[in-house]
């Protein structure tokens, strides 16, 4: 049984992200993307009106364990990144982010959100099909891979009322 989480030093708590926690997720970025977001550029998107940016942090507000970016240009939504760092993933972090960032994004007007995401990433693809993201579309040869290749990325969309 996976027991909710209440916020004590061990179970995370997500929060609106504030730039003290840009250089950490820049490190969790890096660690599964092809082209890292560096802290600096977090930051800067932290100062723009309309990111909402959110993370999960152990209990005690000490460790990053997650972020979730996105860009609300009401009434859409776009899902910049999502990211859990690796020692932290499949424990119910990603699941109570999502929800608690689009909760956030639905409050800044959005009604709808669409995300980009390799055709390939089955954990991402399971987490955001059972939120109802749905395809709308299909880009060929969008990801960058290490091995020069180029992987598809689908186009999802959910609506949030
Ligand atoms: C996608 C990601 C954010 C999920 O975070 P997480 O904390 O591991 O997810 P959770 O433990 O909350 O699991 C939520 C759901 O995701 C799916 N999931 C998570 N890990 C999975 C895995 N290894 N295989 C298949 N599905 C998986 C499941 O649907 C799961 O729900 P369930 O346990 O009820 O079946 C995380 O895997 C991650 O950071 N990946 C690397 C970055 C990335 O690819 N981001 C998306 C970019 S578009």
Redesign the pocket.
């Known amino acids: 049984m996976r027991l909710p989480f209440f916020g004590s030093s061990r179970n995370p708590v997500c929060r609106p992200m504030m730039p003290e926690w840009c250089r950490s997720a820049a490190v969790i970025h890096k660690s599964?993307?092809e082209r890292p977001w560096s802290a600096a550029e977090i930051e800067g998107m932290l100062r723009q009106s309309d990111t909402v940016a959110d993370v999960a942090t152990d209990g005690a507000g000490r460790a990053l364990v997650?972020f979730a970016i996105s860009r609300v240009l009401a009434p859409e939504a776009e899902l910049l990144?999502?990211?859990?760092g690796r020692s932290?993933?499949?424990?119910?972090?990603?699941?109570?982010?999502l929800s608690a960032h689009l909760a956030r994004v639905s409050a800044h007007g959005a009604g709808h959100v669409f995300?980009?995401?390799?055709e390939g990433?089955?954990?991402?693809l399971?987490?955001y099909r059972?939120f109802g993201f749905q395809q709308v579309g299909l880009r060929p040869g969008y990801y960058p891979r290490k091995d020069g290749s180029k992987a598809t990325a689908l186009v999802l969309r959910v609506d949030l009322h």
Request: hydrophobic share 50%; glycine share 14%; aromatic share 8%.
């Open positions: 599964f993307f997650g990144t999502i990211a859990v932290s993933q499949g424990a119910g972090v990603g699941r109570m982010l995300l980009e995401v390799d990433n089955a954990s991402a399971r987490l059972s």
